[in-house]
């Protein structure tokens, strides 16, 4: 009985690619010239693609070079030695076929198993596509186009029950300058990018292009009816654009502030107090030598979280400068506005507040409470429901550190799909 050698063969078992045995193999000269291996199916016939009838005669074995992983730690050379069949149906209208396997599928020039490789190594950390491409001797081109035609970008947002919702816009490229061709006005165009992402666990629903508030309002339009019904809370930043599209879009739902927001405007206000502190002292920017210049972080760091020394020192600081004093003291009355859990106490950390702008006569903290006024519903919502856009905020610096690290994307559907391929994070399902 007929019994195949390649099962023992000690080359086959070592590349170890399923459904092939090695022929021969060649060794490399320097580096220019790898090690080269010729390799060839293990089966002896063939089905045809268009009839089904199985065929076992040859009729021709092309050669066809493709690109496999590393074989002991160095770059090889593959070729393999195909089979076509003749189809011994006489109805069919395809006269012959090439054989196909799991590995190299019909047309492949790169086997399965580095296909693999490589989209587990764009997943799996944000790392360059270059980078890839070269550890895997592939084009750019090649392995972003294996990314976007084998990863699956939808992301199910339609199938998915969202209660707390979070949008964020980030930029994805640099600014450009373009020249209209009728008027010849130079025109800025930023590219930004809106995130929507489930706050619930975080996942991004999706990546849209654009800033405006219309991209918002039609991605939400084109939700279905009962997935707008469901949405309870909205988390933004301090943007109205974004507060009116949701407003429109989803009536029902609520709109809450995201408190970092807020507390960097409350630190901002101190921020130009300060400078401008300096600049009527003595006229001239702040130096080392200045002392509210020198402790200017300590300024905006939380009142509650300071240690003796510190708090000994930030006092030493404002008793220097009483309108510096005052504006630290309402910062510190908005972050307690932010601790409340409820109505009354809301309201009355409100009302202290109030009455501590209204107390001093400074345009910085008057200017910080008009804004504040303006969202005080969303500031309200905040500290009821206490859903902030923390988890957003998180994708927004995952899609920047992708961002980075290919130094920029010009095509925003290349960028999406590294961005929704990532698969540290969880992925909407």
């Known amino acids: 009985m007929h019994k195949p050698t390649f099962d023992v063969d000690?080359?086959?078992?070592?590349?170890?690619?399923?459904?092939y045995r090695v022929v021969s193999a060649t060794p490399g000269v320097g580096v220019e010239q790898p090690r080269q291996v010729l390799i060839e199916t293990t089966t002896s016939e063939g089905a045809c693609p268009s009839c089904g009838v199985l065929s076992s005669r040859i009729q021709a074995r092309p050669t066809q070079r493709v690109k496999d992983v590393p074989c002991g730690g160095e770059r090889l050379d593959v070729l393999v030695r195909k089979r076509r069949y003749a189809c011994r149906e006489s109805l069919c209208p395809r006269?012959?076929?090439?054989?196909?396997?799991?590995?190299?599928?019909?047309?492949?020039?790169?086997?399965?198993?580095?296909?693999?490789?490589v989209i587990t190594a764009c997943r799996a950390e944000p790392r360059a596509v270059s980078r890839v491409a070269h550890?895997?001797?592939?084009?750019?081109?090649?392995?972003?186009?294996?990314?976007?035609?084998?990863?699956?970008?939808?992301?199910?947002?339609?199938?998915?029950?969202v209660r707390h919702l979070g949008i964020d816009e980030h930029r994805f490229r640099t600014v450009r300058y373009l020249r209209d061709p009728d008027t010849h006005a130079v025109k800025r165009?930023?590219?930004?990018?809106?995130?929507?992402?489930?706050?619930?666990?975080?996942?991004?629903?999706?990546v849209v292009d654009g800033r405006r508030g219309k991209v918002v309002t039609s991605w939400l339009a084109a939700?279905?009816?009962?997935?707008?019904?469901?949405?309870?809370?909205?988390?933004?930043?301090?943007?109205?654009?974004?507060?009116?599209?949701?407003?429109?879009?989803?009536?029902?739902?609520?709109?809450?502030?995201?408190?970092?927001?807020?507390?960097?405007?409350?630190?901002?206000?101190?921020?130009?107090?300060?400078?401008?502190?300096?600049?009527?002292?003595?006229?001239?920017?702040?130096?080392?030598?200045?002392?509210?210049?020198?402790?200017?972080?300590?300024?905006?760091?939380?009142?509650?979280?300071l240690t003796v020394r510190q708090r000994t020192k930030?006092?030493?600081?404002?008793?220097?400068?009483?309108?510096?004093?005052?504006?630290?003291?309402?910062?510190?009355?908005?972050?307690q506005v932010l601790t409340a859990t409820d109505t009354p106490s809301f309201q009355r950390h409100w009302a202290r507040l109030e009455s501590a702008v209204r107390a001093t006569h400074l345009p910085e903290p008057a200017a910080l409470f008009r804004t504040l006024l303006a969202w005080r519903r969303?500031?309200?919502?905040?500290?009821?429901?206490?859903?902030?856009?923390?988890?957003?905020?998180?994708?927004?610096?995952?899609?920047?550190?992708?961002?980075?690290?290919?130094?920029?994307?010009?095509?925003?559907?290349?960028?999406?799909?590294?961005?929704?391929?990532?698969?540290?994070?969880?992925?909407?399902?």
Request: charged fraction near 30%; proline fraction near 3%; include cysteine.
């Open 189 to 206: 165009v930023e590219p930004w990018s809106i995130v929507f992402t489930d706050l619930d666990d975080g996942a991004i629903l999706d």
């Open 10 to 19: 000690a080359a086959s078992i070592l590349f170890n690619l399923s459904g």
């Open 314 to 335: 930030l006092q030493q600081i404002l008793a220097e400068d009483v309108e510096l004093a005052v504006a630290w003291g309402i910062k510190e009355h908005v972050r």
């Open 95 to 117: 006269r012959s076929f090439t054989e196909e396997t799991e590995q190299l599928p019909a047309r492949a020039r790169v086997t399965t198993r580095l296909t693999e490789q």
């Open 135 to 161: 550890e895997a001797h592939l084009s750019w081109p090649t392995v972003m186009r294996m990314l976007t035609t084998t990863l699956d970008l939808d992301t199910g947002v339609d199938r998915r029950h």
């Open 378 to 429: 969303e500031l309200l919502t905040f500290c009821r429901t206490r859903v902030t856009n923390a988890r957003t905020e998180a994708a927004n610096l995952t899609a920047k550190t992708i961002k980075r690290v290919g130094r920029g994307y010009r095509n925003h559907r290349n960028y999406r799909c590294r961005i929704i391929g990532y698969a540290p994070r969880p992925i909407a399902a």
């Open 223 to 305: 939700r279905p009816r009962w997935w707008r019904r469901r949405v309870q809370v909205v988390a933004l930043d301090m943007s109205s654009e974004f507060r009116a599209a949701v407003r429109k879009a989803l009536p029902r739902a609520k709109v809450s502030v995201d408190h970092w927001h807020v507390v960097r405007l409350a630190n901002e206000m101190v921020t130009k107090v300060r400078r401008r502190r300096v600049w009527e002292l003595h006229e001239r920017r702040g130096r080392a030598t200045d002392t509210p210049w020198k402790y200017r972080k300590l300024l905006t760091c939380a009142g509650d979280r």
